[in-house]
């Protein structure tokens, strides 16, 4: 019985706002809270509160028997606690159904795993506390920033106790097979890899309203016998996206929500499929064969690689220089100093700095809030930079509390007799 798996990306990252050089010693705030709250007010009108009222009417609807996972970063959580608590109650309506997974990944949504490991689990056990906090869940299965995954990762991951990693499901390393069965990474590792189905998953999230490809329009039939046609060949169908693939991505007049509507029940008008959560596919099926990355792999763009983020020089310098303050940020014991740090540390400040051409490179234009990619280098360096001379100006003053006081020595028996 083929399950279908949604999985749904929710971040926000908080936005730099227009730091110049001028600012760096006068003004410590970086973050531009008009556009984000604007952002935000947005997208939860467009996408997060009708698309979460649309998943609680379906999961009712159709009694529970559809169900769905969501990873949300601890960025965005913050933006809801602060903008936008309607959004947040809205997830935790989800929540009480108990047909919605949340899993885990790294708090600040970040490239963490690639230059600290240490920090690489500060936030992610931050982000597990988070998720219990607001959802009542631990999460069972992780998911790296940007499906962010190789080798090594699954071996860490299996090593801090999760049964589960969501990833690409890469046409290169399947080599002809198919990412519709659970996978396991070298080694013999127990942890499974469940890989999304990049063909069927970005049908929705990329071209549901591209009238130039030869299948639009998308409709509910079309898409719902291209999952009955994996009925024999495969035992998971992962239909991983953004969720603001709903309403802010795919527009409400292309038809997306109506589409939203009736697949579910369409899919189970099937007797021989349903529907699950990551660790319910985990635990219904086993792992049918290796899936070898050594090198880095994600979802983004169409290397699938790590170049949306770590392309040019100027991404590999921000990038360096913010990991290179770890210890003294963390040996200052300053969680206010510590906060602004690690969202600086969020992957969309470097994806920002990518100047890749052509359909990717109009997708990260599309995401950015500056004119150019040498904007946003120039506004996160020169953020860098007065974070950098706060911390030596602590770490200075820590130095001078710290120094051990000169020994006084003992008067001497001719001071005594004078002072008598």
Not at 390 to 411: D, F, G, M, S
Request: net charge negative.
């Amino acid at each position: 019985m083929p399950s279908v798996c949604f999985y749904f990306q929710v971040h926000q990252p908080f936005r730099l706002r227009n730091y110049s050089f001028f600012d760096i010693g006068r003004s410590h705030y970086y973050e531009d809270d008009t556009k984000n709250r604007e952002i935000m007010d947005k997208v939860s009108e467009k996408c997060y509160l009708p698309t979460n009222r649309k998943m609680l009417d379906l999961i009712r609807r159709h009694n529970g028997n559809f169900r769905i996972s969501y990873s949300i970063s601890g960025t965005a959580l913050e933006q809801f606690a602060l903008y936008r608590p309607d959004v947040l109650q809205s997830f935790i309506d989800l929540a009480n159904t108990g047909c919605v997974e949340f899993l885990s990944e790294t708090y600040s949504h970040s490239l963490s795993f690639i230059y600290s490991k240490p920090e690489f689990v500060r936030q992610v056990q931050k982000h597990s506390e988070v998720i219990k906090k607001y959802f009542g869940q631990e999460p069972k299965v992780f998911r790296n920033t940007e499906l962010i995954y190789n080798n090594e990762l699954a071996s860490f991951i299996e090593g801090m106790g999760y049964k589960g990693i969501i990833c690409e499901g890469v046409d290169r390393l399947l080599n002809g097979r198919t990412p519709n069965f659970i996978y396991r990474p070298v080694n013999n590792i127990n942890v499974k890899l469940l890989l999304k189905n990049h063909r069927l998953s970005d049908d929705i999230a990329f071209r549901f309203s591209d009238k130039n490809w030869k299948e639009w329009p998308l409709t509910v039939d079309k898409f719902k016998n291209w999952v009955f046609d994996i009925a024999g060949n495969g035992e998971t169908i992962n239909l991983f996206m953004d969720y603001e693939t709903f309403g802010e991505h795919q527009w409400e007049s292309t038809g997306i929500f109506n589409f939203l509507d009736h697949l579910p029940g369409e899919i189970l008008s099937h007797p021989d499929f349903n529907f699950k959560t990551p660790s319910e596919v985990i635990d219904a099926y086993p792992a049918r064969d290796v899936y070898d990355a050594h090198n880095f792999t994600s979802w983004a763009d169409t290397e699938r690689d790590l170049s949306a983020w770590l392309s040019n020089s100027m991404q590999h310098e921000s990038a360096k220089r913010i990991f290179s303050i770890e210890s003294d940020i963390k040996s200052c014991n300053d969680p206010e100093l510590l906060n602004v740090w690690e969202r600086l540390q969020t992957s969309d400040h470097f994806y920002y700095m990518c100047t890749k051409f052509w359909s990717d490179g109009d997708v990260h234009k599309y995401f950015s809030p500056y004119d150019s990619p040498y904007e946003a280098y120039m506004y996160f360096m020169n953020s860098f930079s007065d974070l950098e001379c706060i911390l030596k100006n602590k770490l200075k003053k820590t130095k001078v509390k710290q120094k051990p006081k000169a020994p006084q020595e003992e008067p001497s028996v001719l001071a005594a007799v004078l002072e008598s």
